[in-house]
């Protein structure tokens, strides 16, 4: 499984960062960041939700 980020379509609503933090980070200008792109199993099903509950469609996931 590898996680992706829109940085064009994300509006740093911070949904992800609360449901999988230690997956997804938002810097101080409001940037959303992947700090484990390929995130280790027992993350996937936190990180599956994170990306249908992304109000912008912004995250998309590939494989896994």
Known sequence: MKVTVD???CEA?????GLAPEVFELD???????LLPE???EAWD????AVRSCP???LSIEGG
């Open 46 to 49: 936190r990180v599956r939700h």
């Open 39 to 41: 995130p280790p199993p």
């Open 7 to 9: 940085s064009i379509v």
């Open 28 to 34: 101080d200008d409001d940037r959303l960041h992947v």
């Open 56 to 58: 912008k469609a912004a």
């Open 13 to 17: 609503n911070a949904v992800c960062t």
